[in-house]
């Protein structure tokens, strides 16, 4: 069975630790990372896709140390950075033909599966366009089709959906759940949402360490009982707001407020506690004294 084993891994840059001593085992299902901007999710991919040198500890692929494979892995790695690079003169098809080259797709293969993927992101109609005319959301969709052209076994998505519009953020989701099985997908997003509906697998990462890990269900449990709603005035939502800090506010059409709030304790005395969801979770895991680490 395939299998990503993170052990004891650590990056550290001068005096800050970005990534401390975590720990994890990826075997074949998606896993969706959430966390801060700087907690550490996109140096931990790039460790795992093998462009960064862990500062300590190993990653192992099937119990080998990535770096001592070299080629082999990445003959198994499929990688979409946040930022990518391509040729802006290059069109949709060459690009996607050079990549193919530099991945080894067998040439007999090469034509079918650029068909197959320009189509399963909906890129055919603008195969024949230099890439500099794209819009974000189809140079995005670009960079999902050329991480798949290998039909890897490990696909890592830093930000996959980032410029995707909703419509385009559905597609992938589709495309992806399809690809899960049979391969380990690691998939970072600030977009909760799209986590909650793709993930096998949650993990939430606070100042480079893992501070909850499990199924959708097991996640939501970390919270029961931490997530309240009252409706109050509108000036006492916003006393609220200012003292504990809410995850949502309604306005009423009777002019109250209903306030959803994530805390330890009852935050008002007419407030009763609700079912979380993984928005609730994750800003219970990142708040200010939440568990965290």
């Known amino acids: 069975m395939l299998e990503l084993k993170l052990d004891r891994v650590s990056k550290q840059y001068k005096q800050k630790m970005v990534v401390d001593r975590l720990e994890y085992t990826f075997r074949t299902g998606v896993y969706g990372l959430l966390g801060e901007n700087g907690a550490g999710k996109t140096t931990l991919l790039r460790m795992a896709a093998g462009v960064l040198k862990p500062t300590a500890g190993q990653i192992l692929c099937n119990q080998c140390e990535i770096g001592k494979l070299g080629g082999a892995y990445r003959m198994k790695l499929g990688y979409l950075p946040q930022k990518f690079g391509y040729y802006p003169n290059f069109t949709v098809w060459r690009y996607m033909e050079y ?137 006492q939502a916003e006393s609220l707001n200012r003292r504990v800090g809410a995850s949502s506010m309604k306005q009423l059409e009777d002019g109250r407020v209903c306030i959803r709030i994530v805390s330890e304790g009852r935050p008002a005395e007419d407030a009763v506690p609700v079912s979380p969801n993984l928005e609730d979770v994750y800003l219970y895991q990142t708040m200010e004294g939440g568990r965290g680490v």
């Open 99 to 235: 990549l193919a080259e530099l991945k080894a797709v067998p040439p007999e293969l090469v034509k079918g599966r650029i068909e197959q993927l320009l189509g399963d992101t909906g890129l055919s109609g603008v195969q024949s366009a230099k890439i500099k005319t794209l819009s974000g959301g189809m140079v995005r969709r670009l960079g999902i089709a050329q991480s798949l052209l290998n039909d890897p076994e490990i696909l890592i998505l830093d930000e996959p959906t980032s410029g995707l519009d909703p419509k385009e953020r559905i597609r992938f989701r589709n495309l992806l759940s399809s690809l899960g099985r049979g391969r380990i997908v690691l998939l970072s997003s600030h977009i909760v949402a799209d986590i909650e509906s793709l993930a096998d697998e949650i993990l939430i990462v606070k100042a480079g360490r893992l501070a909850e890990a499990g199924s959708l269900q097991e996640i939501l449990e970390s919270a029961e009982g931490k997530v309240w709603e009252c409706t109050v005035p509108p000036g």
